[in-house]
């Protein structure tokens, strides 16, 4: 029992540590007087804000960024100015939020989330550790279909130098091509932090003229 003990001692500790390390970050990332007067311009984001549920909402999008990022044109950095309508119902569920709460949460609070990064390996899986309840409760359900894992193609474009398109403003500089066409199956990655858990991937396809050549 001592062993066991220690570990969870430990655990504890370490759990510490990162909440207050993520509050002292959360606090460092964010223009706090430009965020009041979000929340001065929209009182009704403190029906569902308060600092926790700020700190969650930021880490929650921090986790989903990865996913957030594949369904943006491989030239367009985030954040994308809606969310999918998934992660947005998703997201409706963790806060018990309205749909017109969500789209306001999301304009408002979307840009401060996005800038938001993990120092290292060990935050992400201790912020994955924290918020893995919401993921195992809404993830799955039909309408959500998002995973605490969501693997994707390593890349967002063809790498077939064939497939790429010329710039509008140098014909001598080829764009690759964006892969198309996501089609997403659930999965069970087993984890050594959180076990078996259920999550999803994706594939996607080049559409090029090229590729339907070759298909005919
Ligand atoms: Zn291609």
Not at 54 to 83: A, C, D, R, W
Request: aromatic letters at 10%; one cysteine or more; glycine letters at 4%.
């Amino acid at each position: 029992m001592l062993p066991a003990f220690f570990c969870t001692l430990a655990t504890i500790i370490n759990l510490g540590r990162y909440i207050l390390h993520a509050t002292v970050k959360l606090v460092a990332i964010m223009d706090i007087s430009t965020l009041s007067k979000r929340f001065y311009n929209d009182p009704e984001l403190c029906s569902i804000f308060d600092f926790t549920a700020l700190v969650s909402y930021v880490e929650i999008i921090s986790l989903l960024k990865p996913k957030l990022s594949t369904i943006l044109p491989s030239n367009q950095l985030g954040p994308p100015p809606t969310l999918p309508v998934n992660i947005h119902t998703f997201l409706r569920y963790c806060f018990s939020m309205s749909d017109d709460m969500g789209k306001l949460a999301w304009e408002r609070l979307g840009s401060y989330a996005w800038i938001n990064s993990f120092q290292d390996v060990e935050e992400e899986h201790a912020t994955m550790q924290k918020h893995a309840r919401w993921f195992l409760q809404h993830g799955t359900k039909p309408t959500c279909q998002v995973g605490i894992y969501n693997l994707e193609p390593p890349t967002r474009v063809c790498l077939d130098p064939r497939c790429g398109s010329p710039l509008h403003s140098n014909k001598h500089i080829l764009r690759n091509r964006d892969l198309v066409e996501p089609m997403t199956h659930p999965i069970t990655v087993f984890t050594r932090n959180l076990g078996a858990v259920p999550a999803f991937a994706t594939s996607r396809y080049c559409r090029s003229s090229l590729f339907l050549k070759l298909c005919d």
